[in-house]
Every structure is written in structure tokens, then in C-alpha cells.
């Protein structure tokens, strides 16, 4: 069996010949180039944004919109309670932002601590945090405990 130069053929998928637009009508793909007629799509430099609607009021523009948020300005403290204090630690502890990182009681100090209320507390401890509830630092010193603002 011979091979005749007319039975040469490039391999499959190694060729691509890319559609000519706009080169008349017997090409198929003249006139309009595939676009269709007018509108958006057919014009030069044409796409959408993702939230948009077909030129109906888009969802966030529908929705009320109200309020005041500080968002950027917000102070995000890490928190602890007093009765995590009194399982904790023993009686006259000096308690730390870095002890409690230490120990994993908190995870990440954010814009500060803050001791909270929540709980009894019978041992002496000086706490030392960024912020204090008033039921915390009423427990704290009823017991003779400090509760010291750093």
C-alpha cells in the first residue's frame, strides 16, 4: 500500500482555523458578525457586571437601606468571664493578657480585653485588662482582689 501527497492530513486538534467575522455574506458569519441585531451584546466592548439586571432596579438598589454602621471604626475586644478566672487560677494569681494567650484561654487579643460578670468569684486575683464590666470589677475587689485598667 502506497501514500499519495493528497493523503496527507495534519494531525487531529493540531490545527485551528479561528472564525473570520464580518467578511460578507457567504463566509456565514457576515453582516452581523454572529451578534445579532442592536442591543447591548452587539455592540464593541460589550459585557455585563455580575449584579446586573437587564436594566431593571437591581436587588441592592430595591432593598432599604437604614441605620449607621462604624464598621471600620469598630473595637473588637477578646472577652473572658469571671467564672473562667475562678476555675482557672489559684488564689492571689496576677492575671495577664499574656497568661491567658499562654494558657489558651483566649485566642487572639484583637483590640484588648475585657472582663466580664458572669459568674462568682471567692479568690483574690489581680487582674490586669484593657476593660472591665462593673459587675467584674465589683467581684474582683470584693474579694480584695485589683482589677487594674492597662
Known amino acids: 500500500?502506497?501514500?499519495n501527497i493528497e493523503d496527507l492530513r495534519p494531525t487531529p486538534g493540531?490545527?485551528?482555523k479561528k472564525k473570520r467575522l464580518g467578511?460578507?455574506?457567504?463566509?456565514g458569519l457576515g453582516k452581523t458578525a454572529g451578534k445579532g441585531h442592536?442591543?447591548?451584546k452587539a455592540r464593541s466592548g460589550?459585557?455585563?457586571?455580575a449584579d446586573f439586571e437587564g436594566g431593571q432596579t437591581p436587588l441592592y438598589r430595591r432593598s432599604p437601606k437604614f441605620g449607621f454602621t462604624n464598621?471600620?471604626?469598630?473595637k473588637i475586644?477578646?472577652?473572658?468571664?469571671?467564672?473562667?478566672?475562678?476555675?482557672r487560677f489559684n488564689d492571689g494569681d496576677e492575671i495577664t493578657v499574656e497568661l491567658l494567650l499562654e494558657k489558651g484561654i483566649i485566642k487572639k487579643v484583637n483590640d484588648g480585653l475585657k472582663v466580664l460578670g458572669k459568674g462568682e468569684l471567692t479568690k483574690k486575683l489581680t487582674?490586669?485588662?484593657n476593660a472591665f464590666s462593673e459587675s467584674a470589677k465589683q467581684k474582683i475587689e470584693a474579694n480584695g482582689g485589683k482589677a487594674e485598667v492597662i
Open 71 to 74: 464598621a471600620p471604626f469598630k
Open 38 to 40: 442592536k442591543g447591548a
Open 14 to 16: 493540531s490545527r485551528f
Open 23 to 27: 467578511r460578507g455574506p457567504g463566509s
Open 127 to 129: 487582674v490586669k485588662a
Open 46 to 49: 460589550a459585557s455585563q457586571r
Open 77 to 87: 475586644h477578646s472577652y473572658v468571664n469571671i467564672e473562667t478566672l475562678e476555675k
Open 1 to 3: 500500500m502506497s501514500m
